[in-house]
């Protein structure tokens, strides 16, 4: 079985563009997080989408957001770019979501230049 | 919500020798736990997990025990490997409404074995 794909695996960017990254998930996940993880701040949770509804939400601002498509891929976006938006960003799959385990893919490494 | 503290920060260990991580959490309505370990330009991997019912469990060389009453879980890692070195993190989840938990990370615990 596939595992969580993610891509791409490397980005660079300007302040004020905007960038969107995309998770394939484990054939059969309905449920797909999203996690920032920086040296500073650990890992740190986006959102989580089951179903194509989003159904958990972090606490980062408005920049950031997503979609999950029909065949439970899912993609996010974030607008305006800053510095400090530079990170890993993790896709992670999970068969119904809440206590299942969460598989993670290798993430996208952003950087805003 | 929840927050999860995580120690040590960095741990060096003689192969073959034990290591021991150790997290506290806030949260008393936590109920799920689970180990990640993550190696170099890689995302983060399940090692093993428990849940609130349960005080130890176990996976060979890898175990992990849970107080509830204290609120905090231990990983414990026996007979270390020279692949055992990674950044591991501790995790918990706050019930709230069917599938709207979220996993909140500890800080991570930097393990170096030395051959």
């Known amino acids: 079985k596939a595992g969580v794909t993610q891509t791409p695996r490397y980005l660079i960017k300007t302040r004020g563009q905007q960038v969107t990254l995309s998770c394939s998930p484990i054939?059969?996940?309905?449920?797909v997080s999203w996690y920032q993880q920086t040296p500073g701040q650990g890992l740190q949770f986006l959102f989580e989408y089951f179903s194509e509804t989003q159904r958990n939400k972090g606490n980062f601002p408005g920049r950031f957001s997503g979609r999950q498509f029909s065949n439970s891929r899912s993609e996010m976006n974030v607008s305006t770019l800053e510095l400090g938006d530079s990170a890993l960003y993790l896709c992670?799959?999970?068969?119904?979501?809440?206590?299942?385990?969460?598989?993670f893919g290798n993430g996208t490494r952003l950087t805003v230049t | 919500g929840e927050n999860v503290e995580q120690h040590p920060s960095t741990l060096s260990v003689q192969e073959g020798d034990s290591a021991v991580i150790k997290c506290t959490y806030s949260d008393s309505a936590s109920n799920y736990f689970p180990w990640y370990k993550q190696e170099l330009g890689k995302g983060p991997q399940l090692i093993i997990d428990i849940r609130s019912n349960v005080g130890e469990k176990k996976d060979q060389r890898i175990a992990v025990t849970l107080n509830k009453t204290a609120k905090h879980f231990s990983l414990h890692i026996t007979e270390t490997q020279p692949e055992d070195s990674a950044v591991y993190f501790c995790?918990?989840?706050?019930?709230?409404?069917?599938?709207?938990?979220?996993?909140?990370f500890g800080t991570g615990t930097r393990l170096t074995i030395i051959p």
């Open positions: 995790a918990a989840t706050t019930p709230r409404n069917f599938g709207n938990e979220k996993l909140t």
């Open positions: 054939s059969g996940h309905r449920s």
């Open positions: 992670a799959s999970s068969g119904q979501g809440g206590n299942s385990p969460l598989h």
